[in-house]
């Protein structure tokens, strides 16, 4: 029995972060779908909400990764969330705490953040990937 590649939802506007944010995710052998809007987001997660983690910008066109999170919280979705952003206030870091099953990333992070984090929410032994 093979076990399945876990899922990462990417939503960032940013082509370039997206890119990078992928490629990170990818070494720690995470299969991820890219979404470039907080419309796609929602896209993804109603069309294919098999996901084993989230992760999102918060100021995206049209729908903020905060404004899906928050409604797909309160639909049931339970999937663990990383939200980056580059313009956290004290607002929004409050509003990450209530959505729970949260965390705030803030721009610009090390990557190596985003591994860890990665890494403690998907259960990835520190072995694989990069360190």
Not at 63 to 76: D, E, F, H, P, Y
Not at 81 to 101: H, N, P
Request: negative net charge; proline residues 2%; charged residues 30%.
């Amino acid at each position: 029995m093979t076990s399945r590649r876990k899922r990462v939802l990417l939503a960032e506007d940013d082509r370039e972060m997206r890119e990078v944010v992928r490629q990170v995710l990818e070494t720690l052998g995470l299969e991820v779908e890219e979404a470039s809007s907080g419309v796609a987001l929602v896209s993804c997660l109603v069309d294919d909400g098999a996901f084993d983690l989230v992760v999102t910008d918060v100021r995206m066109p049209w729908l903020s990764g905060m404004q899906v999170i928050t409604k797909a919280r309160a639909a049931g979705f339970e999937v663990p969330v990383l939200i980056m952003t580059a313009f956290a206030d004290d607002e929004l870091r409050g509003s990450v705490r209530k959505i729970g099953g949260a965390l705030l990333l803030e721009k610009p992070f090390d990557m190596r953040e985003l591994i860890a984090h990665a890494r403690q929410i998907l259960g990835i032994d520190s072995a694989s990937g990069l360190s």
